[in-house]
């Protein structure tokens, strides 16, 4: 079984930067990858189903998948898309105002004697009104709207950070469930040795209880250790169909459509230098999303601030007067004047907005250096483990169960050392493919929080032990 290596990358480009999903397989740039515009704008979000059911599943079909059809993730795409009207609305233009006046109104029932004509009172009615025409158009100055429209760009921006660390989370949750899948079945492939084993240590005994070699109460023994296996052997299958159905609701499947998943759990990746991936951690699309978030902050400060300067509102038309037939012309100029309210309370709030930003830009810095530093520790005592268990444990274990195996048989051993030697066989491969799964869990960690393929960074220097054991 080939594994098909994923890693995801992180690189800027103006005006936002796009997520790039790469596989370290023949072909190198996923096909989801964003050639420009919205973030996720060309995925297709449809809840279709191109799985073809019981086939063979991939990591990079399982990643495809989940991409396309996640829910959680088409509702931050949704918001990007929402925010691109909020930064077309916020650089508009205001609308101007018109008005149409009739003066004199009142005058309307005024009569100007009886027995006039109906026609003539009517006439001489209009002629005392006077229509009026305006038009105003509000003139915003301070450089308003180019402040609004850069504060909404920048909120678009901060939207596509937030998609990409929520894509980043996604491939990271697909990865780590997908080797769930893998360990599990790789642990129920265990579980089924192990029954056929206790089945021959079963079928052994009973041989030497019939030779009259051994008591009968040894074949009660060898029975109660083979439904052991059978107990473990139903909580694996639970495990594996748990783990399988985890992984297909990452795409909104009720039920798993896949066969098997495809990978090596053994094929490990050398640790990786430390200072490297401090470095990579703080360029990683978390932090920029922190560092975005302090720009958008500083914008909208600005916004407050040139919101402290008045507009102007200039207007013009022109008055018919009914009575005399003339027209006059009117040409007007308005601004309020800022005696009480000079936006200070807006300006205020959006300075202790800025530093609050400042503040979680910080606290995001230190939570990443932190979550980096718990992975690698880990990751350098899981990769020690595998080592010793890959190397001296599970070899010692094999071997001295054959050893038991065969001495019982030949009456050189006990009941009691085989089924010992079997149970600590078990043990040690389980915990070995636990070990396994553990190893691609922190690798897929550090990658989601550096945003990059761990293979690419330089490695840690080692004692030695473990360039014999790890396949890059």
């Not at 994923?6 to 690189?11: G, P």
């Not at 993730?73 to 233009?93: I, N, Y």
């Not at 240590?201 to 060898?222: N, S, Y």
């Not at 990452?250 to 430390?274: H, I, K, Y």
């Amino acid at each position: 079984m080939n594994f098909d290596r994923l890693f995801t990358a992180s690189r800027c480009m103006a005006p936002c930067g796009w997520l790039i999903l790469a596989l370290t397989c023949p072909s190198a740039i996923a096909e989801n990858s964003f050639p420009g515009g919205v973030p996720g704008k060309d995925i297709n979000f449809s809840m279709g189903h191109p799985l073809e059911a019981e086939s063979d599943l991939t990591m990079k079909n399982a990643v495809r998948l989940a991409l396309q059809q996640n829910p959680e993730l088409a509702s931050f795409d949704k918001e990007v898309r929402a925010l691109e009207g909020a930064t077309l609305q916020a650089g508009l233009l205001r609308n101007p105002d018109v008005s149409l006046n009739i003066d004199n109104v009142g005058n309307m029932g005024v009569s100007q004697g009886r027995g006039a004509p109906p026609g003539a009172t009517i006439k001489e009615n209009v002629e005392q009104q006077d229509l009026i025409f305006r038009i105003s158009q509000l003139i915003e100055l301070g450089g308003k709207r180019a402040a609004r429209a850069y504060a909404a760009s920048l909120g678009q921006e901060l939207a596509g950070k937030d998609f990409e660390t929520k894509r980043l989370e996604l491939i990271a949750r697909v990865a780590n469930t997908f080797m769930e899948v893998l360990a599990g079945q790789e642990q129920l492939r265990l579980a089924e040795e192990s029954q056929q084993l206790a089945q021959k240590v079963v079928d052994t005994v009973k041989r030497r209880v019939l030779a009259g070699k051994v008591p009968p109460i040894e074949e009660t023994k060898a029975g109660v250790a083979f439904s052991t296996t059978q107990i473990a052997l139903g909580q694996a299958r639970r495990e594996l169909a748990a783990a399988r159905q985890r992984l297909a609701l990452l795409w909104g499947d009720a039920s798993p459509r896949f066969g098997r998943v495809l990978g090596n759990l053994e094929l490990l990746t050398t640790l990786p230098n430390f200072e490297a991936l401090s470095e990579s951690v703080l360029a990683s699309p978390m932090a920029g999303r922190a560092r975005k978030g302090i720009e958008h902050r500083k914008a909208l400060l600005e916004v407050e601030q040139t919101r402290r300067v008045p507009n102007i509102t200039i207007g013009g038309g022109m008055i018919k007067h009914w009575e005399s037939g003339g027209t006059t012309g009117v040409v007007g100029i308005s601004m309020p004047l800022q005696i009480f309210d000079r936006n200070q309370g807006n300006v205020r709030e959006a300075h202790e907005r800025l530093n609050k930003a400042l503040d979680e830009q910080a606290a995001t810095d230190l939570r990443l250096k932190t979550e980096l530093v718990q992975a690698y520790e880990t990751l350098s005592a899981v990769q020690n483990e595998i080592t010793i268990l890959r190397s001296e444990i599970l070899p010692a274990a094999k071997s001295a169960f054959e050893v038991t195996n065969k001495g019982y048989e030949l009456g050189k051993f006990g009941f009691l050392e085989v089924l010992d030697a079997q149970r600590t066989l078990f043990q040690n491969q389980v915990l070995y493919v636990r070990a396994l799964a553990n190893h691609h869990r922190l690798v897929n960690e550090i990658e989601r929080l550096t945003a990059a393929p761990i293979d690419g960074i330089p490695s840690a220097p080692t004692d030695g032990r473990a360039d014999l054991e790890y396949k890059e």
